[in-house]
Nanobody, 121 residues
Framework: QVHLVESGGGLVQPGGSLRLSCVAPRAIFSVFSPLVVGWFRQAPGKERELVASISTDRTTNYVDSVKGRFTISRDNSRKTVWLRMSNLKPEDTAVYYC????????????WGQGTQVTVSS
């Protein structure tokens, strides 16, 4: 499996922005570039949900609650997938994780530590 490391979380006020990074430090280009990668989040007391995904041809998908506010992108040469989050709301507070997706959008690998995003004034 491909090891992914998340970073970039923090405390931000409502309406603010953050950019999360998901890096595959040990993968080589030919292994990383074909992967479909998704960002998930898990809020306290709730199930983990897929919020955005990006395929090898950079086709993107978003859950309705983040459409127009979040943007997922990738740079295969840097083995990195980003999640740009704008106009953040308190309900976006969660631990954010990235993972490789199967053909049915299920997480493929064991979970990493994630990165905490807290939206609060």
């Amino acid at each position: 499996q491909v090891h992914l490391v998340e970073s970039g979380g923090g405390l931000v006020q409502p309406g603010g922005s953050l950019r999360l990074s998901c890096v595959a430090p040990r993968a080589i280009f030919s292994v990383f570039s074909p992967l479909v990668v998704g960002w998930f989040r898990q809020a306290p007391g709730k199930e983990r949900e897929l919020v955005a995904s990006i395929s090898t041809d950079r086709t993107t998908n978003y859950v309705d609650s983040v459409k127009g506010r979040f943007t997922i992108s990738r740079d295969n040469s840097r083995k990195t997938v980003w999640l740009r989050m704008s106009n953040l709301k308190p309900e976006d507070t969660a631990v954010y994780y990235c993972n490789v997706l199967t053909t049915t959008n299920q997480p493929k690998n064991t979970w990493g530590q994630g990165t905490q995003v807290t939206v609060s004034s």
